[in-house]
């Protein structure tokens, strides 16, 4: 079992940036991605990163602009986020994939789940 807690969210200009942090505890030798859920929409796919932290993933509306990386000696798992936009306003949540050897982008891959971190984007 994974415990999982992110840190980080905020309210931000559009332009500007944000570095999302999820802490880590137990066993922590897994794929873990970022998913985010707007107002009145589904939850969907930001990142992710192999563990080893060699291979990752994007959405496309992610590309370019956020950056995902991982620290296994501290445990953590970050988001940068960088010409951010009100579109990008939602619950961020970290997640990890303990039943997954690669680097899974669609929710039913992951089974373990923080509790989110809001980011607001104003225009």
């Known amino acids: 079992q994974v415990q999982l807690v992110e840190s980080g969210g905020g309210l931000v200009q559009a332009g500007g940036s944000l570095r999302l942090s999820c802490a880590a505890s137990g066993r922590t030798n897994y794929p873990m991605g970022w998913f985010r859920q707007a107002p009145g929409e589904e939850r969907e796919f930001v990142a992710a990163?192999?563990?080893?932290?060699?291979?990752?993933a994007y959405a496309d509306s992610a590309k370019g602009r956020f950056t995902i990386s991982r620290d296994n000696v501290k445990n953590t798992v970050s988001l940068q986020m960088k010409s951010l936009k009100p579109e990008d306003t939602a619950v961020y949540y970290c997640?990890?994939?303990?039943?997954?050897?690669?680097?899974?982008?669609?929710?039913?891959?992951?089974?373990?789940w923080g509790q989110g971190t809001q980011v607001t984007v104003s225009s």
């Open positions: 990163i192999s563990w080893g932290g060699a291979s990752t």
């Open positions: 997640a990890a994939a303990s039943k997954s050897r690669a680097v899974p982008t669609t929710q039913r891959d992951y089974d373990n």
